[in-house]
């Protein structure tokens, strides 16, 4: 009789040894099947292969014995052989997997059974051992060299460690085994789902050229080569193999592609597709892909063109509906844009056969009636987003509060945000955020510096919270609770170039600790090196320094690459104090075109008595 210790162990590893014993563990239940009588699994069995014992046991009748695999050896349940799985088992959960990992090793080369083997793999690749994982794979091959399995686990290991010598015999097998029809389409799987996945793409393609020697007939051989080639950038030999596809089969769509992936002038693309195109106007999937990557390439004037003439050829109506909608509303053609993504909500099938979010179309819909002026259609389209638990509800709430503000409903807006019950902390922040940015431009600064503060209180470790709420304190000149601030989103946050960048502009603007403010500003263009707004912040802490030159070159510079109206502002100033008057002037007018409201432009015009 077992004692409560055996009981205890056996119960904890989840498969049947007898009907009077408890659990093995599920790895282990099906070298053992054969030395206990057959009983249903457990349910909470949870490998592959126990699963799979479990699904035999409740085909055979209870009280009929299993019969044994005869391809696997048939072992004696001694007390060590049963303590030392247990042992690996129990080491395994605990994550120690060194030890789980050699005993099972050291079993299955004693035993001889591949299941084991397969067992170490397990251990040693769910600690993410590649190399440990591979000796317990060619154990396994070893132990049961016709496996299929066991051979596919061995050729994405190899794969994945670029030791692609070892089992590119496995592959020139799969390749010469299956029928001649296929052979074709087995090339392109074995690369699709193993060979480019390796590392080493020079490698990789060195021993594609040799395992595809043979085969190079094939359409498919050709075309792998070439993804190979462009995968270790020789896109010379990228298009000197997708045209041998392309002469292999002249009419073939995927090898048209494959020559217009491959090949870096645009215009030589667009000559390629056009000419296809032309000769095969009915090669939809052609035209469908060209059109994507045309999107991919950002030449969305021309991408819609091919959507519509598959819109006008009814295929996939719904993905060009959808693309079409799209596209309309990257090119500010929104009459468009409203018209095709209305269709795709008006279209049976919309969303549950294309994958694609109706809410999704609405948000969109709403943004798109926002920018022709239709503020109740705007509105009427979030409202219809009314599903808690769709991905677009919160996006649509917030947009709801944005746009009762803007229609002078700032109080229905607020109440709107204080009823929503976000998920977790993030989305509490979001919907903060949104309340404090609502009160800030309604210029009730005072509110929104107390929401921060309540918010603080709940999330006082949120980074984002917390800079906001130094900008608040800013603007109420309470500096030192800015500087507080700032300074704990750097604790938090070393890598915020925001935080140290807003502490050192706000020293410099204010004319003190100029060396530290620069220190800061510094720091902040290390982490985000040509950010404009950083570069501007260093110019205006160099003219507080004096350094007219230098602050002339830096802010010419962050002007360059963003002509934003107060770093124009800035510019000038300094051009104005280095006595380049009628430059700084012209720099004003530019800025005063942009942003005729912004606050650093009108306080520069103040403080140097100027009327444009």
Same mark, same amino acid.
């Given at each position: 009789?077992?004692?409560?210790?055996?009981?205890?162990? &056996?119960?904890?590893?989840?498969?049947?040894?007898?009907?009077?014993?408890?659990?093995? +563990?599920?790895?282990?239940? +099906?070298?053992?099947?054969?030395?206990? +009588?057959?009983?249903?699994?457990?349910?909470?069995?949870?490998?592959?292969?126990?699963?799979?014992?479990?699904?035999?046991?409740?085909?055979?009748?209870?009280? %009929?014995?299993?019969?044994?695999?005869?391809?696997?050896?048939?072992?004696?349940?001694?007390?060590? &052989?049963?303590?030392?799985?247990?042992?690996?088992?129990?080491?395994?959960?605990?994550?120690?997997?060194?030890?789980?990992?050699?005993?099972?090793?050291?079993?299955?080369?004693?035993?001889?059974?591949?299941?084991?083997?397969?067992?170490?793999?397990?251990?040693? &690749?769910?600690?993410?051992?590649?190399?440990?994982?591979?000796?317990?794979?060619?154990?396994?091959?070893?132990?049961?060299?016709?496996?299929?399995?066991?051979?596919?686990?061995?050729?994405?290991?190899?794969?994945?460690?670029?030791?692609?010598?070892?089992?590119?015999?496995?592959?020139? %097998?799969?390749?010469?085994?299956?029928?001649?029809?296929? *052979?074709?389409?087995?090339?392109?799987?074995?690369?699709?789902?193993?060979?480019?996945?390796?590392?080493?793409?020079?490698?990789?393609?060195?021993?594609?050229?040799?395992?595809?020697?043979?085969? @190079?007939?094939?359409?498919?051989?050709?075309?792998?080569?070439?993804?190979?080639?462009?995968?270790?950038?020789?896109?010379?030999?990228?298009?000197?193999?997708?045209?041998?596809? &392309?002469?292999?089969?002249?009419?073939?769509?995927?090898?048209?592609?494959?020559?217009?992936?491959?090949?870096? $002038?645009?215009?030589?693309?667009?000559?390629?597709?056009?000419?296809?195109?032309? /000769?095969?106007?009915?090669?939809?999937?052609?035209?469908?892909?060209?059109?994507?990557?045309?999107?991919?390439?950002?030449?969305?004037?021309?991408?819609?063109?091919?959507?519509e003439v598959l819109l006008g050829a009814k295929y996939q109506e719904l993905t060009c509906l959808y693309a079409l909608g799209v596209i309309n509303l990257q090119l500010k053609d929104y009459k468009s844009a409203q018209e095709y993504l209305q269709r795709w909500l008006n279209t049976p099938g919309h969303g549950r056969d294309d994958g694609r979010d109706p809410n999704r179309v609405r948000l969109m819909l709403s943004q798109i009636a926002e920018e022709l002026g239709q503020r109740k259609e705007a509105l009427d389209w979030l409202e219809k987003i009314n599903d808690s638990d769709s991905s677009q509800y919160l996006n649509a709430t917030l947009r709801r509060a944005q746009l009762?503000?803007?229609?002078?409903?700032?109080?229905?807006?607020?109440?709107?945000?204080?009823? @929503?019950?976000?998920?977790?902390?993030?989305?509490?922040?979001?919907?903060?955020?949104?309340?404090?940015?609502?009160?800030?431009?309604?210029?009730?600064?005072?509110?929104?510096?107390?929401?921060?503060?309540?918010?603080?209180?709940?999330?006082?470790? $949120?980074?984002?919270?917390?800079?906001?709420?130094?900008?608040?304190?800013? %603007?109420?000149?309470?500096?030192?609770?800015?500087?507080?601030?700032?300074?704990?989103?750097?604790?938090?946050?070393?890598?915020?170039?925001?935080?140290?960048?807003?502490?050192?502009?706000?020293?410099?603007?204010?004319?003190?600790?100029?060396?530290?403010?620069?220190?800061?500003?510094?720091?902040?263009?290390?982490?985000?090196?040509?950010?404009?707004?950083?570069?501007?912040?260093?110019?205006?802490?160099?003219?507080?320094?004096?350094?007219?030159?230098?602050?002339?070159?830096?802010?010419?510079?962050?002007?360059?690459? *963003?002509?934003?109206?107060?770093?124009?502002?800035?510019?000038?100033?300094?051009?104005?104090?280095?006595? @380049?008057?009628?430059?700084?002037?012209?720099?004003?007018?530019?800025?005063?075109? /942009?942003?005729?409201?912004?606050?650093?432009?009108?306080?520069?015009?103040?403080?140097?008595?100027?009327?444009?």
């Amino acid at each position: 009789m077992k004692n409560a210790l055996a009981n205890a162990v &056996l119960l904890s590893l989840g498969s049947l040894l007898s009907a009077q014993a408890a659990a093995l +563990p599920s790895s282990a239940a +099906p070298m053992l099947a054969q030395a206990a +009588p057959a009983t249903p699994a457990s349910d909470g069995a949870s490998t592959p292969a126990a699963k799979e014992a479990a699904k035999e046991d409740e085909d055979e009748d209870e009280d %009929k014995p299993k019969q044994p695999d005869p391809n696997l050896p048939l072992l004696n349940l001694s007390p060590d &052989l049963l303590y030392r799985t247990l042992a690996s088992e129990i080491a395994a959960q605990r994550g120690q997997w060194q030890s789980s990992y050699v005993t099972l090793l050291s079993l299955a080369q004693q035993t001889r059974d591949p299941r084991l083997a397969r067992r170490a793999m397990e251990v040693a &690749l769910s600690a993410k051992q590649m190399n440990e994982g591979m000796n317990a794979v060619r154990l396994w091959r070893e132990l049961s060299p016709t496996s299929d399995e066991a051979a596919q686990y061995h050729m994405a290991l190899a794969v994945m460690q670029d030791k692609l010598g070892e089992v590119l015999p496995l592959f020139q %097998k799969r390749i010469q085994d299956s029928p001649l029809p296929a *052979r074709g389409a087995v090339i392109s799987m074995l690369y699709q789902r193993y060979l480019n996945q390796a590392k080493d793409k020079k490698l990789l393609f060195s021993q594609l050229e040799q395992l595809l020697a043979p085969h @190079q007939s094939f359409l498919e051989a050709r075309l792998v080569l070439a993804q190979a080639a462009l995968a270790k950038g020789d896109s010379a030999r990228a298009q000197q193999e997708a045209n041998a596809a &392309l002469a292999i089969k002249p009419d073939s769509e995927l090898a048209l592609m494959t020559l217009i992936y491959v090949t870096d $002038n645009l215009a030589q693309s667009q000559k390629l597709a056009e000419d296809f195109l032309t /000769k095969h106007p009915q090669a939809h999937e052609a035209r469908l892909s060209w059109a994507r990557m045309l999107i991919e390439r950002k030449q969305y004037t021309a991408a819609r063109s091919q959507f519509e003439v598959l819109l006008g050829a009814k295929y996939q109506e719904l993905t060009c509906l959808y693309a079409l909608g799209v596209i309309n509303l990257q090119l500010k053609d929104y009459k468009s844009a409203q018209e095709y993504l209305q269709r795709w909500l008006n279209t049976p099938g919309h969303g549950r056969d294309d994958g694609r979010d109706p809410n999704r179309v609405r948000l969109m819909l709403s943004q798109i009636a926002e920018e022709l002026g239709q503020r109740k259609e705007a509105l009427d389209w979030l409202e219809k987003i009314n599903d808690s638990d769709s991905s677009q509800y919160l996006n649509a709430t917030l947009r709801r509060a944005q746009l009762l503000a803007k229609d002078g409903k700032l109080e229905e807006a607020r109440q709107l945000l204080q009823q @929503q019950t976000p998920q977790n902390e993030a989305e509490k922040v979001q919907v903060l955020q949104m309340e404090v940015a609502l009160l800030r431009e309604a210029n009730r600064m005072l509110e929104a510096y107390a929401r921060l503060e309540q918010g603080l209180q709940l999330a006082p470790s $949120n980074t984002d919270l917390l800079y906001e709420h130094a900008m608040l304190a800013e %603007k109420l000149q309470r500096y030192a609770v800015m500087e507080s601030s700032l300074r704990k989103v750097i604790k938090l946050a070393p890598d915020n170039h925001h935080a140290y960048n807003a502490l050192g502009y706000s020293l410099a603007e204010r004319n003190i600790r100029l060396a530290e403010a620069q220190t800061l500003i510094e720091k902040a263009l290390q982490l985000a090196p040509d950010d404009p707004f950083i570069l501007d912040s260093l110019g205006w802490v160099q003219f507080r320094q004096g350094k007219l030159k230098e602050a002339e070159i830096t802010l010419r510079r962050a002007y360059s690459l *963003r002509p934003d109206a107060e770093i124009g502002a800035h510019l000038a100033e300094v051009l104005w104090q280095a006595g @380049q008057k009628e430059a700084a002037e012209k720099v004003l007018r530019e800025a005063a075109v /942009k942003d005729p409201s912004n606050d650093t432009l009108k306080t520069t015009l103040n403080r140097l008595q100027l009327k444009l």
